[in-house]
């Protein structure tokens, strides 16, 4: 038989090309943005190694709604023409759709929005004041309701470490597009585990900040209380680059952390190691009657002895968790009712989202603002919780990443069951508003990975910082990549 050597040449210069633009996505946010700086790389070419891993990629994960090819390419070209500024000057990144980006519409998820915004977020704003690229928004369940990332407008994503499970939700399209390096960052809301879960089930860093750190501009608040925005990202030092570019509110959110790490700077807080923490360790979930799987209980002890040989003084602790239930579903309610209110379609909403709608008309706006004071309560308690230690140590969920279809004919009864062992550890730090982030922890037996959940005081951001960067440290994860079907 004959060999073409011109069409072997080609196959043997894609696969290189393959190799090149892996390389470059794992990179990272930091390095990503050395090399632009120092000349090595143009943020085009940046973006077009992207954009070729999304177009090979994406296919068999869903992880972005859509892709603004044109748009990055052309934002790229004028990075290009200019000085290096800011500190992520022409790196790609994604942002999830519940974020206001200029020109798209924002789903939530959903069919039922149909007009694009005319202005950027106040979080996506920033990130173009920084230098950054975006390159698409990323897939989420409608109104980010479910710690699935499934969605009846836009299909499912996929775990890039099983194509068959789930990556977690309600940001999994983000963790998805990161894990499998098609951007080194992107962004996620949390609203009772959204940042956490995704990162668990992808094998990335997550960091749920204080509540009131990161502005959800131009909207007063992300379900009232609950939400916060933040970057998923391979690293604890991006994380920490990411922040110091995103941290700080507008007149308009309704809250607003106290100074926390923008005191000295979110990157520069890694430079001070902790010293020996008090931390205490705790495998019971604050959701009563979820039991954790076998493997995340073996994670978490791992982690301690980890911290022991780190010099902290690790103990076990029976967290006496309070039950965040009613302040949970009832800015839960709100939240969606607020933002069901103001989409454009609501005939075309999901019929779970109906559902959660006809639950949520039960609920007063007076029981909402409620639900805040408890919350405050409960946050007050867990104040002194902390009094005896400095950080707590948990799983981040109770059950290993369900087979993709959660949500599949799931009403809302079946949906929020599913639910309760991915949000039993995450949900009440939304309730509090404590900072509280997802540090990988390894890849279990089923070749999915495994996390643990670090919990601070209320604006003590920079020890769960510093001591998921002594664990990253000791046992690296971000160059451990997960198997890709396209590579």
């Known amino acids: 038989m004959a060999i073409d050597r011109d069409d072997a040449a080609g196959r043997a210069r894609g696969r290189e090309q393959d190799r090149d633009d892996t390389e470059l996505?794992?990179?990272?946010v930091e390095r990503q943005a050395e090399q632009v700086r120092a000349g090595k790389i143009t943020s085009r070419a940046l973006v077009e190694a992207a954009l070729r891993r999304i177009a090979r990629t994406d296919p068999d994960l869903g992880s972005f709604r859509i892709v603004l090819a044109d748009q990055a390419l052309a934002e790229a070209d004028a990075r290009d023409a200019q000085e290096p500024a800011g500190p992520l000057h022409g790196v790609p990144v994604a942002v999830k759709d519940e974020l206001d980006v200029a020109g798209q519409v924002t789903t939530f998820g959903g069919a039922a929005n149909r007009t694009p915004v005319t202005a950027d977020s106040e979080a996506v704003r920033r990130l173009r004041a920084a230098g950054a690229v975006v390159i698409g928004k990323t897939a989420m369940p409608e109104f980010g309701q479910w710690p699935f990332t499934e969605s009846a407008a836009y299909g499912r994503t996929l775990n890039p470490w099983d194509t068959t499970r789930t990556p977690g939700g309600s940001s999994g399209g983000s963790a998805a597009a990161v894990a499998a390096g098609l951007v080194p960052a992107a962004l996620g809301g949390d609203g009772g585990g959204s940042i956490r879960i995704p990162a668990a089930c992808c094998g990335l860093f997550g960091l749920?900040?204080?509540?009131?750190?990161?502005?959800?501009?131009?909207?007063?608040?992300?379900?009232?209380?609950?939400?916060?925005v933040g970057p998923l990202t391979r690293t604890v030092r991006d994380s920490a680059l990411l922040y110091d570019v995103l941290a700080g509110t507008t007149p308009s959110d309704r809250w607003s952390a106290g100074p926390g790490p923008a005191a000295t700077g979110w990157v520069r807080?890694?430079?001070?190691?902790?010293?020996?923490?008090?931390?205490?360790?705790s495998a019971k979930p604050a959701v009563p009657g979820v039991r954790p799987h076998p493997a995340h209980v073996e994670a978490l002890l791992e982690t301690v002895r980890v911290l022991r040989?780190?010099?902290?003084?690790?103990?076990?602790?029976d967290p006496r968790y309070p039950d965040a239930t009613a302040p949970f579903v009832a800015q839960f309610c709100g939240g969606v009712r607020a933002e069901a209110a103001a989409v454009e379609r609501p005939e075309l909403l999901e019929r779970r989202t109906r559902s959660v709608l006809a639950l949520a008309r039960l609920v007063p706006e007076s029981a909402v603002e409620r639900g805040i004071r408890a919350g405050e309560r409960l946050a007050e308690r867990a104040d002194r919780m902390f009094t005896t230690m400095d950080l707590l140590l948990t799983p981040v969920i109770a059950e290993r990443p369900r087979p993709a279809g959660a949500l599949d004919g799931a009403?809302?009864?079946?949906?929020?069951v599913r639910s309760r062992p991915m949000v039993a550890y995450t949900a009440l730090w939304n309730v509090t508003g404590h900072p509280a982030a997802s540090v990988p922890a390894g890849v279990g037996a089923d070749g999915l990975p495994l996390a643990v959940q670090l919990v601070g005081r209320r604006d003590d951001e920079v020890s769960v910082l510093r001591v998921a960067a002594q664990l990253e440290a000791v046992r690296p994860w971000a160059q451990h990549r997960p198997p890709l079907p396209a590579e």
């Open 25 to 28: 996505m794992f990179l990272g």
């Open 208 to 228: 749920k900040p204080q509540r009131g750190r990161v502005s959800t501009a131009p909207h007063p608040h992300l379900w009232y209380a609950l939400g916060t």
């Open 269 to 281: 807080a890694l430079e001070t190691p902790p010293g020996r923490l008090r931390i205490g360790y």
């Open 309 to 317: 040989e780190l010099g902290h003084d690790v103990r076990e602790v």
């Open 411 to 416: 009403g809302l009864l079946t949906a929020m």
